[in-house]
């Protein structure tokens, strides 16, 4: 069988998981059965930059494009088909002839604390030893704790667990969605609140990217969630204004209620000394326009943020 739709994808045990999900979906939107898929829809693992460097910050290295940069040249050379991303880690600008052509429900956006210790942020100790590679985690985790010691922390999920076993750590955070789609919910101690640690814009989501020509195919619809879609483009608008990337302190979250979308953006001091916050909403997310009022919301936001923040990045 000649493959229908090639699946470029990174190969950590979570970046599979998420592009697994995707391929039976699409095999169900093309009606294809489970026992062809490895056929019809393959994975093509390729990995990325951000996988081989782990002893540094993204910051150092380039920023989380690196995450994505090699899998958008298969994409784009025609190696591949679509390619699966985590949201978070695209960056606010597309590559000439590539899109974002869906976006799938949401999981959790949340943040999770994860301790073999301690029950709960709270509880963490004067001192304690706190992993992540984040800066948006450091400044939110020093804005409320300005005692902790913040330690980088990168790699795999299981890299970074099992660094936490072996004491290196007090405690670490990472995304409640990579630990729920892994089925490593038990380890979560703590769900943060989106108050006090905003996530990373689309933290939770999957980006589904394809060439331009490629967006009217069949599957693309099916997959794409309106809801989540228009929810992102706000928080990636804000993204932008703020210049989002791994030097800049920033969360971006959008919650729907009653037809109604509610932004919530900031950014923070890198040591957390500091946070500068605004929110506002959009009326109907159901309107022909509600991407690009979304999106021109999260610009606004993301625009009166940087003017009072100023410029906060840190250079590596």
């Keep these: 069988m000649a493959p229908l739709v090639r699946i470029g994808t990174r190969r950590s045990k979570l970046a599979l998981t998420q592009s697994g999900m995707m391929q039976r979906a699409i095999g169900r939107a093309l009606g294809v059965a489970d026992a062809d898929l490895p056929e019809a829809v393959p ?87 706190l992993g992540t590679a984040s800066l ?84 693309v619809a099916a997959l794409n969630d309106p809801m989540t879609a228009v929810a992102v483009a706000a928080e990636r608008g804000a993204m932008t204004a703020l210049e989002g990337s791994c030097r800049t302190a920033m969360g971006a979250h959008a919650e729907i209620a009653d037809g109604h979308l509610r932004l919530t953006t900031e950014m923070l001091a890198p040591d957390g000394s500091a946070r500068w916050r605004r929110s506002g909403e959009i009326g109907d997310v159901t309107a022909a326009d509600a991407m690009d009022q979304a999106r021109a919301l999260g610009l606004r936001l993301g625009a009166e943020v940087h003017a009072m923040a100023g410029d906060q990045r840190v250079e590596p």
């Design 43 to 129: 994975l093509v693992e390729i990995v990325t930059t951000g996988d081989r460097v782990q002893d540094r910050r993204l910051m150092e290295i380039g920023g989380k494009a690196l995450f994505t940069k090699e899998i958008e040249e298969a994409l784009a050379e025609g190696r591949v088909d679509v390619a699966v991303h985590s949201m978070k880690d695209v960056p606010a600008d597309q590559p000439d002839g590539l899109c974002i052509a869906a976006v799938p429900p949401r999981e959790d956006p949340r943040d999770a604390f994860v301790s073999e210790t301690f029950a709960s942020f709270a509880d963490l100790p004067v001192g304690a030893r």
């Design 136 to 219: 948006r985690r450091q400044a939110q985790a020093l804005a409320l704790r300005p005692d902790l010691t913040i330690e980088m922390l990168r790699g795999n999920v299981d890299t970074r667990l099992r660094k936490l076993a072996e004491g290196e750590f007090d405690a670490i955070l990472l995304a409640v969605s990579g630990l729920n789609r892994l089925g490593f919910e038990d380890v979560i101690r703590e769900r943060l609140s989106l108050d006090a640690f905003v996530p990373a814009p689309g933290q939770g989501a999957l980006a589904l990217q394809t060439r331009m020509e490629d967006t009217d195919a069949a599957w």
